[in-house]
């Protein structure tokens, strides 16, 4: 969510702008940031998680020294985080998660094990609306922070999006790895287990396999037929 204020003085911009930052259903990891820009550059911003305002230019370090002497407005704004933020955030997802469209997930395997190199998961969200998502890896129930590699929410073109994640491990015996994803369209995290007993290649191959089978009895039911037919049709002549 963003909120700003503009003021314009001989063709130049000064303004100030509020943004909630947030992935998490339960605001648990929302963050306030209060910048004050000019000109398109950022002067000087309040990052909640800081506590404290930091300046990017000459001007901005001297706002932000002159800021944070007042405790009394560093205080208020912390308290914003809850306030402000979470409070616009709460009235904004009530009203669009009658609205939203729970995402289709996929979790399937990319690449096996081989030797040194590592096996590769993909867990894809697909036709899912509002935009904003949140997913993410459990590996026997702790969050993996490395080897994930992320899309950003794509656009279908339709209103509706889809996102790509990619974890890359060793394969460990008796694991459990989840894809978990956060949206709108549910109270609660979605949790997608990996059932690594059977790879998606090994599927395939029982799947032709069966197939394959399948259509052996078939044919040779067929041919069994075929075969009594005639033999009930042949008169046998001693000879």
Not at 42 to 61: C, H, L, P, R, W
Not at 135 to 140: A, E, G, K, Q, S
Not at 218 to 226: C, S, V
Request: charged fraction near 20%.
């Amino acid at each position: 969510m963003l909120f700003g204020f503009i003021g314009t003085a001989e063709g130049y911009y000064e303004y100030a702008t509020r943004e909630c930052l947030y992935s998490t259903s339960d605001y648990s990891d929302m963050v306030l940031l209060a910048s004050f820009s000019f000109n398109k550059v950022v002067d000087v911003q309040f990052n909640s998680t800081v506590g404290e305002f930091v300046g990017y230019t000459e001007e901005g370090v001297t706002y932000a020294k002159n800021f944070n002497k007042n405790q009394a407005f560093l205080q208020q704004l912390k308290a914003d985080v809850d306030a402000f933020c979470k409070h616009n955030a709460q009235i904004r997802d009530s009203a669009i998660r009658n609205k939203a469209v729970k995402p289709k997930i996929k979790l399937r395997s990319v690449k096996q094990a081989e030797g040194r190199r590592p096996a590769m998961l993909m867990c894809s969200a697909y036709h899912f609306y509002p935009e904003k998502i949140s997913v993410y890896w459990l590996r026997d129930g702790k969050v993996v922070t490395t080897d994930v590699t992320s899309t950003m929410e794509l656009a279908n073109g339709d209103w509706y999006y889809q996102i790509h994640s990619e974890l890359e491990y060793s394969p460990r015996s008796g694991e459990k790895i989840s894809c978990v994803v956060e949206h709108a369209s549910s109270t609660q995290p979605m949790i997608y287990d990996w059932d690594p007993s059977m790879s998606e290649s090994e599927r395939n191959k029982f799947a032709i396999g069966a197939s394959g089978l399948v259509l052996g009895i078939i044919i040779a039911a067929a041919g069994l037929i075929y075969y009594k037919k005639k033999s009930a049709g042949r008169i046998l002549v001693p000879n």
